[in-house]
């Protein structure tokens, strides 16, 4: 029983790992073409969704990354004219952000990307089939962020 698990969890987090690498080598080669870095990608995605903005701690909740990180990819971001801060009451942390145009472009961009990449990586897969996938893999992130916060019960 223990190996047949110590197995499953060796496939399981060798296959995680895998997967995220190649997204994160996907997002680099292809926000490469716009000379971006790949972290802006998810961000621009989820920001597409928001026209009339949407705060850093929302963005980070949705991208389930850490606001360190989260801070210094926007702040490259509105370097690069891809995004702004509407400012609310001179609270910086609280303000809204809102893709430029610039970052409109780019976004449109992201978004048609990852349709083809998701749409790419899912050949052969059934709706049905993907579907358990799916709830399959956000229960265990669900119960792995559990254990994240409380610890193992043994």
């Known amino acids: 029983m223990q190996d047949g698990m110590i197995e499953r969890f060796e496939g399981f987090t060798s296959g ?8 994160l080598k996907i997002e ?9 870095r790949g ?15 949407i705060t850093a701690t929302r963005l980070g909740e949705l991208s ?7 801070s210094r990819t926007l702040a490259e971001m509105e370097e690069n004219g891809l995004v702004e801060r509407q400012t609310n009451k001179n609270n910086f942390y609280r303000a809204k952000l809102v893709l430029t ?3 409109k472009e ?8 990852a349709i083809s990449a998701v749409s790419e990586a899912g ?13 399959c893999l956000f229960t ?14 043994k």
């Open 28 to 36: 680099r080669e292809e926000m490469e073409k716009y000379g971006y």
């Open 123 to 135: 050949a052969g897969i059934s709706d049905e089939d993907r579907r358990v996938f799916y709830d």
């Open 101 to 103: 145009p610039k970052g």
């Open 16 to 23: 995680i790992n895998g997967i995220y690498r190649y997204i």
């Open 106 to 113: 780019v976004a449109d961009f992201v978004r048609e990307k």
């Open 64 to 70: 389930d990354r850490d606001k360190a990180g989260i």
């Open 140 to 153: 265990i992130a669900s119960n792995l962020r559990k254990i994240s916060n409380h610890g193992l019960r």
């Open 39 to 53: 972290s802006y990608a998810l961000y621009l995605a989820i920001m597409s969704h928001f026209p009339e903005g």
